[in-house]
């Protein structure tokens, strides 16, 4: 695992003169962002839980907010504490789910929440430092994680705080939450292959869009491994397969004739997606779709489309003016 996502401190700089501890409580948001959607897999989620996080903080009165010696350790701890509650009842939710649900995708920070590369209207405490620890593939492995195990490593692996803070945050004593990062570990072991460079990602990636925009499935089935598997969230909002698509044959035959469903086609964008090289579709001016993609050599193991617009929202401010999407 590499070094902990560096945060913004950009706004820790910036002294509220009316009130001063605002500055420096506000200042924790982008840490708290960063670290609810690596625990949540979800955007908007991890906004939800930081926001209920301040909530919290707010309800409390002066007098009990100055007798907290580190507000930005508590903001964590209250935050890692519901996440902890979120996923214990995502695991519900997700399972009355219509069809597979894929982590939330999310652009590089130069088109983060704009359909303009360069918006410089964005908060930068809504964005998410992309790092491996953002990668799809290996956020899908988290999601096969029970919640404890999600958040001990999150925090300490990728966060880097020490078993006996993880410990306050998760409920359980030090030892349990370092063999709780231990069997997480092997999870991840176990279920990942070594990433390709993005170099190689990234040209893969482009054939990959040639060869669907020519519709010509004998180069898509040369580029997909035998067994790749594609996996579609739509959500029950947008059309998708309920199940994994696998196999190059299928997976070739199945995209193109998506395609061809679409009156006027699909528009192809190359686009980073968590941080490693993916496509963009678009159908008529509009973000239909956002596919993250995982490779074994030089051949695509694993596809994860993205479909449900409320997953989209990052990628669709530029979308206004543009006709709705048809689903036909």
């Not at 009990?64 to 010696?69: E, G, M, T």
């Amino acid at each position: 695992m590499t070094a902990p996502p560096q945060l913004s401190t950009e706004k820790a700089d910036r002294v509220d003169p009316v009130d001063p501890s605002l500055s420096v409580i506000m200042s924790e948001r982008r840490q708290l962002i960063n670290l609810a959607y690596r625990l949540l897999g979800s955007l908007a989620e991890a906004e939800d839980a930081v926001q209920e996080t301040y909530a919290r903080w707010y309800a409390m009165s002066r007098e009990q907010q100055d007798a907290i010696d580190s507000p930005g350790g508590w903001l964590t701890r209250v935050a890692s504490r519901i996440c902890l509650d979120v996923l214990g009842s995502a695991r519900a939710r997700r399972e009355s789910y219509v069809g597979e649900w894929v982590p939330e995708p999310l652009p590089d920070r130069t088109e983060w929440m704009s359909g303009q590369p360069g918006d410089s209207t964005v908060d930068p405490a809504d964005r998410v430092t992309l790092d491996e620890s953002v990668d799809m593939a290996f956020l899908v492995v988290l999601e096969a994680m029970t919640p404890a195990e999600r958040v001990a490593f999150i925090l300490h692996d990728v966060f880097r705080y020490p078993f006996t803070e993880v410990a306050a945050m998760v409920g359980r004593t030090p030892a349990a939450c370092r063999q709780l990062a231990t069997s997480a570990r092997r999870r991840i072991r176990a279920a990942r292959a070594p990433a390709a460079p993005n170099i190689l990602q990234a040209g893969i990636v482009r054939d990959f869009k040639a060869a669907w925009e020519a519709k010509d499935i004998s180069a898509l089935i040369g580029l997909l491994d035998p067994a790749a598997t594609m996996t579609a969230d739509g959500g029950g909002r947008a059309g998708a397969a309920l199940r994994p698509v696998v196999g190059a044959k299928q997976i070739a035959h199945y995209i193109v004739e998506i395609s061809r469903r679409m009156p006027g086609g699909l528009t192809l964008l190359e686009r980073s997606v968590n941080g490693r090289p993916g496509l963009v579709a678009q159908h008529r001016g509009v973000t239909a779709a956002v596919a993250a993609f995982g490779l074994g050599g030089d051949r695509i193991t694993h596809i994860w489309a993205v479909r449900n617009p409320e997953k989209l929202r990052p990628w669709s401010r530029g979308d206004h003016d543009a006709e709705p999407e048809s689903d036909q």
